[in-house]
């Protein structure tokens, strides 16, 4: 079987930190309130110069940096994000441009929400068999500010702006899985073209849905793959809440530590939380070679996705 293997990653963050208390200018709220319903301390929003491209931008060139790859043997880019700067051209088209990728490969942008940067690690593997490419850089990237209304506390507090990339390497005998799922009929996570239509959530069923999703598609892969959570080293999943965290931690049995978390410094970040942790702990040297991950996303569509692969 043909699967993915992490070459390198690569993160960027706005310049703009705004703790809890920042948010109190915005809304009614607190520390108090965020930080123990949702366990987020600070996020980054762009400021003047920032956005979408120049987060993505910046991330794909680490992570290509962090791979020894040349510019020339990227086959594919996808940039996963519901907070593109333009229709068109894509924000994958502008990283492309960027870097001076190669004329004759797939770039495009896809959108999942929060499980966008899973869908798009399993369709760039898709698009490297389909056109013969070995290598694909794949981002998620957000400017989350830009599409929140700062009059609504249910939403504003809980995001930020960031971009994480990873670039893979197909390979015939690299151990891999994935799992994907929509329900179309649940879109109880809705946002329109940028500041004219602002995001809206239904909260509380978001988060019923997170904490039977996350254990559900975990186990999913386990039995697709014939291991155990014993034999996986790290889960790491979209951080978007503690508590959700915490819940998939309790259900799957599972000491706490296997869960990577970094939401209390960055919120949720859409579809570049797991691309962002990913780089994050490879940079730390937490993450390292022949390790066995579970990545993890979920959100408005509502969808869902999970990939299992060894690093
Ligand atoms: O990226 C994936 C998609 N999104 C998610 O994963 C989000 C999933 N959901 C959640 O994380 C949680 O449901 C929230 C953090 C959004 C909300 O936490 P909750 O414990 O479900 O709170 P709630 O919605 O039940 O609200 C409780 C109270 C309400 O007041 P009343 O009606 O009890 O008087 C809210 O109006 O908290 C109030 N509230 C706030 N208070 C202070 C809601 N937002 C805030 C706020 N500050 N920012």
């Known amino acids: 079987m043909n699967g993915l293997r992490l070459l390198g990653a690569g993160y960027a963050l706005p310049a703009n930190v705004l703790d809890n208390e920042a948010m109190t200018k915005y809304v009614e709220t607190s520390d108090e309130w965020i930080t123990s319903r949702t366990g ?7 400021g003047e110069g920032e956005n979408t491209t120049t987060l993505a931008i910046e991330a794909a060139k680490k992570a290509l940096a962090d791979s020894g790859l040349a510019k020339e043997e990227i086959g594919c880019v996808i940039v996963a994000t519901s907070s593109g700067e333009y229709s068109m051209p894509s924000t994958a088209c502008l990283v492309h441009k960027a870097l001076e990728l190669n004329e004759n490969i797939p770039v495009f942008d896809l959108g999942a929400a929060c499980a966008g940067f899973l869908y798009a690690v399993d369709t760039a593997r898709a698009m490297l068999l389909a056109h013969g490419g070995k290598y ?10 830009h599409v929140l209304d700062m009059t609504d506390r249910n939403t504003c507090v809980l995001f930020g702006d960031a971009a994480g990339a990873a670039v893979f390497a197909l390979e015939e005998d690299a151990e891999y899985a994935y799992v994907c799922g929509t329900r179309g009929d649940l879109a109880i996570q809705v946002g329109g073209p940028r500041r004219e239509m602002p995001m809206t959530m239904e909260g509380q069923n ?9 254990p559900a598609t975990v186990d999913e892969l386990l039995k697709k793959t014939g291991k155990t959570l014993e034999e996986v080293d790290w889960v790491v999943c979209h951080q978007a809440n503690q508590r959700i965290i915490d819940a998939s931690v309790r259900r799957l049995g599972v000491p706490a530590e296997k869960f990577y978390k970094n939401l209390d410094r960055y919120a949720n970040t859409s579809a570049a939380s797991v691309p962002l942790a990913i780089a994050e702990m490879k940079e730390s040297g937490k993450l390292v070679s022949g390790q066995r991950v579970i990545m993890c996303g979920f959100g408005g569509g509502l969808t869902w996705a999970g990939v299992m692969m060894k690093i």
């Open 40 to 46: 987020i301390r600070q996020r980054y929003f762009c």
């Open 136 to 145: 694909a850089l794949v981002i998620g990237a957000e400017q989350m500010s």
């Open 206 to 214: 978001v988060f019923r849905f997170a904490v039977s999703t996350i």
